[in-house]
């Protein structure tokens, strides 16, 4: 069984996303309804309020030790930062959870004008290109020793744009059971970067 965490952001279209790839998904706003899962996707947002509400509905200590101990976790755009163990540009009583061994800068790319769209090719999904929406995004600036990188910015967006300085920047990225990615796949239709998650939970279970 999947959480989403549900405090802020997609989490209908996560949940369906996870229901989709044939897993259970449940929305989580309580240290208890954490206990209940065996994984949990953060949707986007807005990272700096989404870890004051962490710390609101008592969830920051419970998910931090829950990540530590190897719970599956999947960070979407804000999920992403908030799963780096360092974030640039945020603010200073910014929480994080940890569980990615990589420097995250926030809004990267941008304003909310800036958005963009990019094909990329994504390490561990098949298929071709996957579609992926930038809003108000972040990408990894450095990632340690025990991180793959699975997807970096093309040179041209879909518009024929030159990326510029974030050309290569990575925006998806692995650490263990830990999986972020810079862009929003649930907005897409496409399931395949959910079915990656919901293929490491079933490992993970697995392994248990």
Do not use: K
């Not at 340690?144 to 920047?169: E, H, Y």
């Not at 692995?174 to 239709?189: D, W």
């Amino acid at each position: 069984m999947i959480g989403v965490l549900a405090l802020q952001g997609d989490v209908r279209e996560h949940a369906a996303a996870v229901s989709s790839c044939g897993l259970r998904a449940v929305p989580v706003r309580r240290p208890a309804e954490l206990d209940a899962v065996d994984a949990l996707v953060i949707p986007g947002g807005e990272s700096t309020t989404m870890s004051r509400l962490l710390e609101t509905f008592e969830l920051l200590d419970p998910l931090r030790n829950r990540i530590a101990a190897g719970m599956p976790a999947y960070g979407a755009c804000a999920g992403m930062i908030l799963l780096a163990s360092q974030i640039l540009d945020g603010r200073p009583d910014q929480q994080q959870l940890g569980g990615l061994d990589v420097v995250v800068r926030r809004n990267a790319f941008g304003r909310q004008v800036d958005s963009f769209e990019a094909d990329l090719q994504v390490d561990g999904v098949s298929g071709g290109p996957v579609r992926a929406v930038f809003i108000r995004a972040p990408w990894v600036e450095t990632v340690g020793p025990g991180v793959q990188v699975l997807a970096t910015v093309p040179q041209l967006t879909l518009t024929g744009t030159d990326a510029g300085a974030a050309a290569g920047r990575p925006v998806a990225v692995r650490q263990g059971p830990v999986l972020a990615t810079s862009f929003h796949p649930e907005i897409t239709g496409d399931l395949r970067v959910h079915a990656l998650f919901c293929a490491m939970v079933r490992e993970s279970a697995a392994a248990a």
